[in-house]
């Protein structure tokens, strides 16, 4: 097992990487220490994974809430019928609930979490890649809004990460790949050595090889972690995180949430980015090749659906980077290096949308 720590001050917290870690006696005993436990999981995670979980938990009083799959799920409705639970079942502010499942789980479990009685702990097993690498890592919780994705949220720190690499196995294909565009994010705008063993591993990861599995997630976290410990509620640096994810998100709400998945919009929206930079004089045609190529290899989109750019540019303008009406987007500036900036034409942006829209 590897254990990496988000060196927060008092809000640090240790995420545990490693094959057969979800069922180790011991490992949560620190942070349950028979307190009331809410499992917070979805339809197809739960019947795999909840008895080793509810076997770390000792005798504490555990209830469990199994959420529908998908993005449909982080709504108010869930939301409500969460804490509507927490309400009826008295769970005081000594309570603490454990998101088991995909990214999904752990966005609207943690942000039950942060808002129960103005915040009770909570711990994160994520089951899938993106989540591994990305969602359970960091605070960010929160649902998304009709007008919006992840509109509606509060930033709380999970009291530790559990990520048993063996709960992959079950991932569709798919979900594998989604999870994927968001390990290429970090190589491009942390890491360009990283993307690099990313371009030769391509075939491992998708055969999902352990040892190629296992390195791309402890990659991924320690990318995180550094950028979070730098800027935890994302006044600046944190932004990077997002590449992509502004033309992402366009794409999600104006599919409807789950239609396309969320990595599967990141892929095509770090394609957008790349082009737009390149397009700008930032990157090289080579640079936006290398990013198409590889998120190709590993079967993900890298153009948006047909869409209106007008709608879309409406979509762009609700993300939570925008200040002062400005779209701030995430640009390259080469492989493992970008930029957060609003310093662009709008015309431009504009073209390069109108440009990927016709086919
Ligand atoms: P998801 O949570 O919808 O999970 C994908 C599907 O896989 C679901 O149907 C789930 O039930 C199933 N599943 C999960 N684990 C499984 C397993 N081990 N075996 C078989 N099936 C399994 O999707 P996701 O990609 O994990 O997360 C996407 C969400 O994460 C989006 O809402 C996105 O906005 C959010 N997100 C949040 C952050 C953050 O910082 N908080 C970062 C990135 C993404
Ligand atoms: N996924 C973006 C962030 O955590 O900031």
Same mark, same amino acid.
């Given at each position: ?91 005081? @502010? ?23 009685? @103005? ?133 999600? @709400? ?35 090749? @290398? ?69």
């Amino acid at each position: 097992m590897i254990t990496l720590n988000v060196d927060l001050g008092r809000r640090s917290y240790p995420i545990f990487i490693g094959s057969g870690i979800l069922g180790t006696s011991g490992l949560l005993t620190p942070y349950i220490n028979g307190r009331d436990c809410l499992i917070l999981s979805s339809e197809t995670v739960a019947p795999i994974y909840l008895e080793p979980l509810r076997a770390m938990l000792g005798t504490s009083r555990t209830e469990v809430m199994i959420l529908p799959d998908g993005e449909t799920s982080k709504n108010f409705t869930c939301l409500e019928s969460i804490l509507d639970l927490m309400v009826e079942k008295k769970y005081s @502010r000594d309570g603490i609930v454990i998101t088991l499942g995909g990214g999904v789980i752990g966005d609207i479990g943690g942000f039950a979490a942060a808002i129960y009685q @103005r915040g009770v702990d909570f711990i994160q097993v994520p089951t899938t890649l993106l989540a591994q690498v990305d969602s359970s890592v960091g605070g960010k919780t929160g649902i998304n809004h009709p007008g919006g994705k992840n509109l509606v949220g509060a930033f709380h720190q999970p009291r530790c990460v559990l990520s048993d690499t063996d709960t992959l196995r079950t991932l569709p294909d798919r979900e594998l790949s989604a999870g994927l565009a968001e390990v290429v994010k970090y190589g491009l705008i942390a890491d360009a050595d990283f993307f690099s063993w990313l371009e030769e591993q391509a075939n491992g990861l998708l055969k999902r090889e352990p040892a190629a599995l296992d390195y791309a997630i402890k990659r991924s976290c320690e990318i995180k972690a550094g950028v979070v410990v730098e800027d935890e509620t994302e006044q600046g640096i944190r932004a990077i995180l997002n590449f992509g994810h502004t033309f992402g998100h366009a794409i999600e @709400r104006c599919m409807g949430y789950g239609e396309w998945l969320h990595g599967e919009a990141v892929a095509a929206g770090m394609c957008m980015a790349a082009r737009f930079s390149e397009q700008l004089g930032w990157s090289s045609t080579d640079d936006s090749q @290398r990013v198409r190529h590889l998120l190709t290899r590993l079967n993900l989109p890298c153009q948006p659906p047909p869409l209106n750019p007008g709608d879309f540019m409406a979509a762009m303008s609700m993300d939570k980077k925008v200040i002062g009406g400005e779209i701030r987007l995430v640009l390259m500036a080469g492989i493992g290096n970008v930029k957060v900036t609003a310093d662009y034409p709008s015309h431009e942006l504009l073209d390069m949308l109108s440009g990927q829209f016709i086919r």
